[in-house]
């Protein structure tokens, strides 16, 4: 067994530059924040503000936490990819049902799977909470440093 | 508590472990339910918000934020909060005497936001209940310290109280905390409206708040010095409220009493201020569990949908309009150079279960320093032209139904306002009491918004729906004063009530469109009135054809074109 880096630091240093330029480092904060909420909430916050470049930086790091860094470490967080079906221009109410009826089954179920998860593994759980919140405590030591100032 | 410390401690001749306080038993019942809630399902707070799984923010299915405020409140039988704030006077036998508290009413609501969640809420303390915390105390304060003269003893005190760089401050600040039952109409609500009536016809979304109705608080302060004049704190809280506690300020959220520049006794601010008073009856606005509210911020929204059209208007930029507009009445970024005020003076018959409004008040503008004497006119053209031309709130379009078609009993329909009093410090004000005057000021206020920001050559913003350009829209006037309504039947006309444009949608009951057409019965006095129908045409889709057949019916009304260009 030898030493395995997982890079927090490193990693959430990559997602603040990336997203540097896009006006949404603030996010950095709420994450830290929402965090406490646990994994679902942290998880929907992307598909929330999904029409706004703050959705893309939640949805990034979420993907760092689940592939980067608990992946390698064997612990398997549920992602599965969500693909919210915004209203056409014109539809009827029973279309409209429709729609949102797919939309809710797709977010329940991982909503599912996610707290499943933490009845079948509470440890992982515990460890994937803490790991995000010092993710999230990277992210904004890095905002304060890397945002660029008005 | 740790099983069996008890009797370890006697055997060791040390102090038992001591009784659990009021606060750690107030924890063990929370701590319990909230396992109880979690035993079932996860809180929603712990869902993603988003629709389908938990929607807190958004007003149209209020059945998760209901489930939410239970979680949060965890209501008894009476629906009173579990938790409520113990307020703690002054010299009582309660071990905290050392700390001051001061009990405060406001007659509106009070907003402050934590700055945290998807929903805007206030600050939680322990058990959930909701406070304004000591920093933010401290910081109206400090914006009160800003307004005093440097050699003023009152600056000198706060300065005291809060510190300076060189010595820290004597005052403790421990927040605000609402005392009795703070759930009381807690949830609020927010319907932006200024894009679907003011630029497209698309649907917008009504958000849900959190904001305290008419609160009691206890402001709490505490210091490690003797001699602090206690009547003095009291007095400057007081006077720092002033100006307002917490968000929305501008739209008369957070206020304890009328401020300085809506009072005659602070002469020299008032004399500044721009003052009217009304009268106006009308549709109510009302609240998710659909009671009824009046609410003072839709004089703020009408003003800053008329200067978007005004400006749209004269101004091709969108960005230079949004601009212009966000730095007289402020945005999300920045406060704005504009203040106002409505003081209701009286509420006449209205009941809880009613859903109209009679109301007199008094609005009050004032604007800020950074401010020029041209914007606070320019906002005084405004708002008359908001009187002139239409009304303030909900079905500010129509004519109030019940005065000027008796026979129409289906709902409620339309607003009217009426003066109370002169335009105070309103500059150059024309008169409007007949066709003539009337084009003299909408000519007088065009020429103003284009000096004010018009392109050059001027032209209007083209994909807005309401800009107000003379090309786009005509504003037709009675010839001569009425005492009864000439075009009210024409809005109830089978052909026209169904035309997206007049009517507002193409099924009975299915709203689809704003309304292109404004209709107002401006008083001029002894029961006659100036009828003004104002249509927009500056797109002829929503028109579905009926464009000519609605003005020349106008026409046979004997209502005159007055501003604006005759369309073809």
Redesign the interface.
């Known amino acids: 067994m030898s030493w395995q880096p997982y890079s927090l630091d490193r990693i959430a240093q990559k997602l603040v530059i990336k997203y540097r330029d896009r006006e949404v480092l603030n996010e950095s904060h709420?994450m830290r924040?929402t965090v406490a909420?646990?994994l679902?909430?942290f998880?929907?916050?992307h598909?929330?503000l999904r029409k706004e470049a703050e959705g893309q930086y939640w949805k990034d790091v979420w993907a760092a936490l689940v592939n980067q860094i608990l992946q390698p470490a064997n612990i398997l967080l549920p992602n599965d990819p969500v693909n919210?079906e915004e209203p056409p221009r014109q539809e009827t109410k029973e279309q409209k049902a429709a729609r949102?009826a797919r939309?809710?089954e797709q977010?329940?179920n991982m909503?599912n799977k996610l707290?499943e998860f933490a009845d079948e593994h509470p440890d992982d759980q515990r460890i994937a909470l803490a790991v995000l919140t010092q993710l999230c405590d990277c992210l904004v030591w890095w905002t304060q440093r890397y945002k660029p100032k008005n | 508590m740790i099983q069996g410390l008890d009797q370890w401690a006697a055997q060791n001749d040390m102090e038992p472990e001591p009784e659990p306080t009021q606060s750690q038993i107030g924890r063990i019942i929370v701590k319990k339910q909230a396992e109880f809630i979690l035993q079932n399902e996860?809180p929603m707070?712990?869902?993603?918000?988003?629709?389908?799984?938990c929607n807190l923010q958004f007003a149209g299915d209020s059945s998760n934020l209901k489930k939410w405020q239970e979680e949060w409140t965890l209501p008894q039988r009476d629906r009173k909060p579990s938790h409520q704030y113990e307020y703690q006077p002054l010299n009582s036998d309660h071990p905290n005497n050392l700390i001051h508290s001061i009990k405060i009413e406001f007659p509106y609501r009070v907003l402050s936001n934590s700055g945290?969640?998807?929903i805007l809420r206030p600050v939680l303390s322990v058990h959930g209940i909701p406070f304004v915390p000591g920093s933010s105390v401290k910081g109206i304060f400090r914006r009160l310290g800003k307004f005093k003269p440097n050699d003023s003893s009152d600056k000198k005190t706060i300065e005291t109280y809060c510190g300076i760089e060189e010595k820290p401050g004597i005052l403790r600040f421990h927040g605000a905390y609402p005392i009795g039952d703070w759930t009381n109409c807690m949830v609020d609500i927010v319907h932006p409206q200024q894009s679907r009536q003011v630029r497209n016809n698309n649907p917008t979304s009504a958000f849900t708040l959190i904001s305290f109705y008419q609160p009691q608080f206890s402001f709490e302060f505490s210091s490690a010095e003797t001699n602090i004049n206690w009547q003095d704190v009291d007095r400057i809280l007081h006077e720092a409220l002033a100006f307002g506690l917490g968000g929305k300020t501008s739209t008369g959220y957070g206020f304890l009493s009328i401020p300085n520049y809506a009072n005659p006794q602070y002469s020299e601010q008032y004399n500044q201020a721009l003052h009217v008073s009304f009268k106006g009856i009308g549709v109510c606005s009302s609240l998710l569990n659909r009671q009824p509210e009046f609410r003072p911020n839709m004089f703020k929204a009408a003003l800053r949908g008329h200067i978007m059209r005004l400006l749209g208007g004269v101004c091709n930029s969108e960005s230079a309009v949004e601009q212009h507009v966000n730095r007289l009445l402020g945005s999300t970024d920045q406060e704005g150079v504009i203040k106002l005020f409505w003081n209701s003076e009286e509420l006449d018959d209205t009941t809880t279960l009613s859903k109209i409004y009679t109301r007199n008040g008094s609005l009050h503008i004032t604007a800020e320093p950074r401010a020029s004497r041209g914007d606070i006119d320019f906002l005084g053209k405004v708002l008359q032209f908001a009187y002139i031309m239409g009304g303030f709130g909900k079905s500010w379009r129509r004519v109030w139904h019940q005065k000027f078609m008796p026979e129409y009993q289906e709902f409620p329909i339309g607003c009217h306002w009426e003066l109370n009093s002169d335009w105070i410090n309103f500059k150059k004000t024309i008169e409007v009491n007949s066709k003539d005057s009337l084009e003299a000021f909408l000519k007088d206020l065009h020429t103003i918004c284009l000096n004010r920001l018009g392109s050059r050559p001027p032209a209007p913003i083209s994909n807005w729906r309401e800009a107000w350009n003379p090309n786009r829209v005509t504003v037709y006037t009675s010839s001569k004063l009425v005492t009864k309504s000439q075009a009210i039947k024409l809005f109830h006309q089978k052909l026209f009530k169904t035309t997206p444009a007049i009517g507002g949608r193409e099924r009975p009951g299915e709203p689809r469109f704003v309304s292109s057409v404004w209709h107002r019965m401006l008083p001029i006095g002894d029961n006659q009135y100036l009828e003004i129908v104002t249509v927009f045409h500056g797109d002829r889709s929503p028109w579905r054809n009926q464009f000519q057949p609605f003005t020349t019916e106008l026409k046979k009304k004997g209502l005159e074109l007055t501003w604006g260009t005759q369309p073809s």
């Open positions: 709420k924040m909420y646990g679902e909430r998880w929907g916050e598909l929330r919210i949102e939309n809710t977010i329940k909503a707290w | 996860p707070m712990y869902r993603a918000q988003v629709q389908g799984r945290q969640d998807s």
